[in-house]
């Protein structure tokens, strides 16, 4: 499998465990669980959702499409309305996978180069600084799973294995 390929995959299980975890868990939540201190990082399943949104779309597709490193708070509230959220973060995973497809293979062998949110200059791997939001992802749906199941809620099954069982029975 090519680095294009591999990235591909990626975007598609992106957009598949988001849609999974909002659709079939996040929306059914109670707003007082949905907006509950469960002790994540950014406090809230709702605290915890802004974070990707502002992560994955203000700033790190925004670094890979336009180049830009905006001043963002990686802990603010971009959408309090939970229905816009949970579109703009499905908008999100389809951006990314538009994106991730509109790169020829030459493009994952190069480098990715930004500013930080200190205002220092990097130079990364474009495929492992990739890499970083895919897992980035993964990392805070599995927070959100872990809240879910903190608060007695069913949890969805995520692991990619389950999107790549699911497209070859297709």
């Known amino acids: 499998m090519s680095l294009r390929e ?3 995959t990626l975007a598609r299980y992106h957009q598949w465990a988001t849609l999974r975890l909002l659709d079939e868990h996040v929306a059914r939540l109670p ?3 949905y907006r509950r201190d469960c002790g994540l990082f950014f406090r809230s399943i709702h605290g915890t959702l802004n974070h990707l949104l502002v992560a994955e779309l203000s700033l790190w597709l925004r670094r890979f499409a ?3 490193s905006p001043e963002v708070r990686l802990d603010g509230e971009a959408e309090a309305d939970r229905a816009r959220l949970h579109r703009s973060l499905l908008d999100g995973a389809a951006q990314w996978l538009n994106f991730v497809e509109a790169q020829p293979a030459s ?3 190069q480098t990715l180069r930004y500013q930080t949110t200190s205002g220092r200059m990097v130079q990364l791997p ?5 890499a970083h939001v895919f897992n980035h992802g993964t ?3 599995g927070q959100i799973s872990a809240a879910l199941t903190t608060m007695g ?6 692991d990619l294995v389950f999107m790549l069982q699911q497209r070859a029975s297709r």
């Open 6 to 8: 591999h990235f591909l």
């Open 31 to 33: 707003d007082a669980d």
């Open 66 to 68: 336009e180049g830009l």
């Open 107 to 109: 493009r994952f062998e």
């Open 126 to 130: 474009f495929a492992a600084a990739l």
């Open 139 to 141: 990392h805070h749906r």
């Open 153 to 158: 809620h069913a949890i969805p099954l995520l």
